[in-house]
């Protein structure tokens, strides 16, 4: 793997590497990227569920790389077979929700307890945000929430069982962005 050289005296930023399944994640994700302006580099759909550590080193191979780097993989938990492979991978950091990302945006409006499906969180999400909500879009009204009330949502996460339904770990993912953000 190439590195990146680090002039005298400068200090190094990590790259997110983010490999994701779908639109809306990576949607998201440039988002975020844009709103913190840190180094994110965005895969998504390149391999979908069929994603290995292997795919990840080979894709990195060509590319700068630093040793402070960290691989994320950003997927829906709602598909059994796929998260235990996805588990598999070491090294990577599994950002999952069950039954999909739109939990997540659901947290920023309201608390949910009980167990959801992925039409339930559309549905909802639209009659919250007053929009239309489309898989892969996300709307100025949508991306305010999404910022204004980003603690909320960690904290309203953090109270759940990792990958059961409903669940987000989608805060271990913002707090390594503010992380590095600060430093």
């Not at 492979?85 to 990302?101: T, V």
């Not at 939990?103 to 608390?111: A, D, E, I, P, S």
Request: net charge positive; with cysteine; glycine share 2%.
């Amino acid at each position: 793997m190439s590195k990146r050289a680090s002039s005298r005296g400068k200090k190094i930023n990590p790259h997110f590497w983010v490999f994701c399944e779908g639109e809306t994640e990576e949607a998201y994700v440039a988002f975020l990227r844009s709103y913190y302006r840190i180094p994110i580099e965005i895969v998504t759909r390149v391999v979908g569920n069929r994603i290995t550590k292997k795919y990840i080193n080979h894709y990195k191979e060509a590319r700068n790389t630093h040793p402070k780097d960290r691989d994320f993989l950003m997927y829906d938990a709602d598909v059994p077979d796929t998260l235990e492979k996805l588990k598999e991978i070491d090294k990577a950091i599994l950002i999952a929700s069950n039954p999909c990302i739109e939990l997540w945006f659901l947290l920023h409006y309201k608390n949910i307890t009980t167990p959801i499906s992925g039409k339930e969180c559309i549905h909802e999400l639209c009659n919250r945000n007053r929009n239309r909500y489309a898989k892969g879009v996300l709307d100025e009204m949508l991306k305010s929430n999404l910022i204004e009330n980003q603690n909320t949502a960690c904290k309203r996460a953090k109270t759940f069982v990792n990958f059961k339904n409903p669940s987000s770990n989608m805060y271990v993912f913002i707090e390594e962005i503010e992380k590095a953000k600060k430093q």
